[in-house]
């Protein structure tokens, strides 16, 4: 059933949430039960809107915020290019005062952050971040459902119905709040949104990382501290070490490799070192090819001795006959 409106209220938008941050700090909301929800009243002045919300302090009581429009000074909405691949979500930007009035109703978180967030020399948000279930939407006028469609088609709608109103309704506080009025809901694109949430340590990822969210994944947001660590054996980290790995395989496969052979290298023949045991150019020594020169040189020298000798036998021969 639809909540039922009180008799003033004319136009109700409801968006159910999944996360809410103030920065980063989480507010506590209950995924798909809580709610944010624009209220539109018509009064004796004219138009009055006011953003209706329930949040949790440092000590988990609960706070009930009705907000007036004027305390922003405009509200982001995701657009349809970016309903793939970031959460579906609201930002609320305050002003001065709404900022002020915002810091008074949650004192606990005031106290608790302020000190940590000035040791890393920053400040409190001026913003907050709602992240919305994409699929439920509700527009009900007088307490009677006009329609129900999921964000994307319903945000185009909504905004229609409350630009208008959000003009109408400073129209009344034209003479306190100054400007000429310009379109208060509006779509940011996925750079400037992605700048926005990184600049409070939020990582985009999906509900699988929500604590007691079972139903079909949506995509929220997640404190950077709180992302599980990547496992050391990433693909990343074994690439790293492959080279190292490649080493010690290769070592291990000249060691298998000596095992395979004795365990000993063969040494390769400097052809510039000598050899004492062989001789050189200018070193005499010991040949293996020496007895078989030397017989060579023997059987020449018995064969020259051997002709000379019949040669002084024929001389003398000769000398003999001539005496005779």
């Not at 004219?46 to 009930?64: M, N, Y």
């Amino acid at each position: 059933m639809l909540p039922q409106a009180s008799p003033d209220v004319r136009l109700r938008a409801t968006f159910h949430i999944m996360q809410g941050w103030w920065g980063e700090i989480n507010l506590g909301f209950v995924p798909l039960t809580s709610t944010v929800v624009f209220n539109r009243f018509l009064e004796e002045i004219g138009t009055r809107l006011e953003v209706v919300f329930d949040a949790k302090d440092q000590d988990d009581s609960i706070v009930k915020f009705k907000i007036p429009i004027h305390h922003f000074t405009e509200v982001w909405h995701t657009d349809r290019k970016s309903a793939s691949d970031l959460p579906t979500a609201l930002v609320f930007h305050f002003t001065d005062e709404g900022f002020e009035s915002f810091k008074a109703m949650l004192p606990g978180r005031v106290e608790t952050w302020e000190p940590k967030l000035k040791e890393k020399k920053r400040v409190l948000s001026k913003s907050l971040l709602f992240v919305l279930d994409p699929s439920d939407f509700i527009m009900a006028e007088d307490g009677l459902l006009l329609y129900r469609p999921g964000f994307i088609e319903g945000i185009e709608l909504f905004k229609l119905n409350y630009n208008e109103q959000w003009e109408n309704h400073l129209c009344e506080q034209q003479g306190r709040y100054g400007e000429e009025f310009k379109d208060g809901i509006v779509p940011v694109d996925s750079q400037d949104f992605t700048a926005y949430y990184k600049r409070f340590g939020l990582r985009n990822t999906e509900s699988e990382h929500l604590a007691g969210y079972k139903k079909k994944p949506i995509r929220i947001f997640i404190a950077r501290r709180y992302l599980p660590r990547k496992s050391r054996r990433a693909p990343k980290r074994r690439q790293r070490r492959k080279p190292a790995a490649n080493t010690n395989k290769e070592e291990e496969d000249e060691d298998k490799d000596e095992e395979e052979d004795g365990g000993e290298e063969e040494e390769e023949e400097d052809p510039m070192e000598i050899d004492p045991s062989q001789p050189g150019p200018s070193q005499p020594g010991p040949s293996t090819s020496a007895p078989r020169k030397k017989a060579v040189r023997r059987g020449k020298v018995g064969k020259d001795k051997k002709k000379k000798e019949e040669k002084e036998k024929a001389y003398m021969s000769d000398i003999s006959e001539e005496l005779g």
